[in-house]
């Protein structure tokens, strides 16, 4: 398995035990302290969720495991443009760092770099969404007739 692909996985399972472990403190603070989970926090959890951890997943799997485009990128045996697939990790994985610094920011003093902050982590989210469409379109073959 290339290295690039074992970085978007593992980066996809340390989200995965943040996204439980900070479920579980939430509902325990809730359950025996009655402290309610902040909106922000409840925010960010989901984020590092879905972004981080399903989001991730799906894309290293997907790198891995779509076909091939035989021919083409022959250092990565037809996968796809390493420099692109880099640029996709840490647009994405950037983007959620800086709405784990911004949001929780935002939320408690509405300081205009917070603003700015979460304004880059949404650009950079969907610049990684879209570099990864770009490069999974390409491997979404047409169906030949009579070929399965």
Not at 17 to 24: E, H, L, M
Not at 58 to 65: E, I, K, P, S, T
């Amino acid at each position: 398995m290339p290295s690039i692909i074992r970085l978007f996985l593992k980066t996809s399972l340390i989200c995965f035990v943040i996204t439980f472990a900070s479920g579980a403190l939430f509902m325990l603070a809730n359950a025996i302290w009655l402290i309610p989970m902040p909106r922000d926090a409840l925010l960010l959890h989901a984020h590092i969720g879905f972004v981080g951890w399903l989001g991730l997943m799906v894309m290293g799997v997907a790198l891995w495991m779509f076909p091939l485009i035989r021919g083409t990128y022959p250092e990565t045996k037809g996968r796809y443009h390493l420099p692109t697939v880099y640029a996709v990790y840490y647009l994405t994985v950037g983007g959620l760092i800086l709405r784990i610094i911004g949001e929780p920011w935002l939320w408690r003093s509405a300081h205009p770099i917070a603003r700015f902050l979460l304004i880059c982590s949404g650009l950079a989210q969907l610049g990684g969404v879209i570099l990864f469409v770009i490069v999974i379109w390409r491997r979404i073959r047409e169906v030949t007739p009579g070929v399965l």
